[in-house]
């Protein structure tokens, strides 16, 4: 059973809606967010790969698997921080985002990172 003090990521989700690249009669809704992923355990670990679970306002899920994140899989040295920008398409106004981030320890262990859930939203879309 892996040390779980040794092996901690926090992760800090920013939504925000894109009206320029809307096109909301047409049902295309388009978010940018901002992930803030802080080391905060005591061991390096690398980002390999990603799990997006995306659902629109209709319950309609989407799920994304890749590797790394916007073409890298940064490695955080205990305290490190990695930020990075990405984007997401809804066909509804209001949707959410979570998933998890696959690391690897540079002891080898691997583990999950819990991205935790956020809402898109575009600003009439709450009321």
Do not use: C
Not at 64 to 79: A, D, E, F
């Amino acid at each position: 059973m892996p040390d779980t003090d040794k092996y901690q990521i926090e992760i800090h989700p920013m939504p925000q809606y894109i009206p320029e690249q809307s096109d909301p009669e047409n049902d295309r809704y388009i978010f940018a967010y901002t992930i803030t992923i802080k080391n905060v355990g005591s061991v390096p670990a690398q980002l390999v790969s990603r799990h997006w679970i995306i659902t629109d306002g209709n319950n309609e899920v989407q799920e994304v698997r890749g590797l790394g994140v916007v073409g890298k899989q940064p490695l955080l040295q205990p305290g490190e921080s990695f930020q990075y920008t990405s984007g997401s398409s809804l066909t509804t106004a209001i949707g959410t985002m979570k998933g998890t981030y696959l690391m690897v320890a540079e002891d080898g262990t691997h583990f999950e990172a819990v991205i935790p859930e956020f809402v898109l939203a575009s600003p009439r879309a709450l009321h």
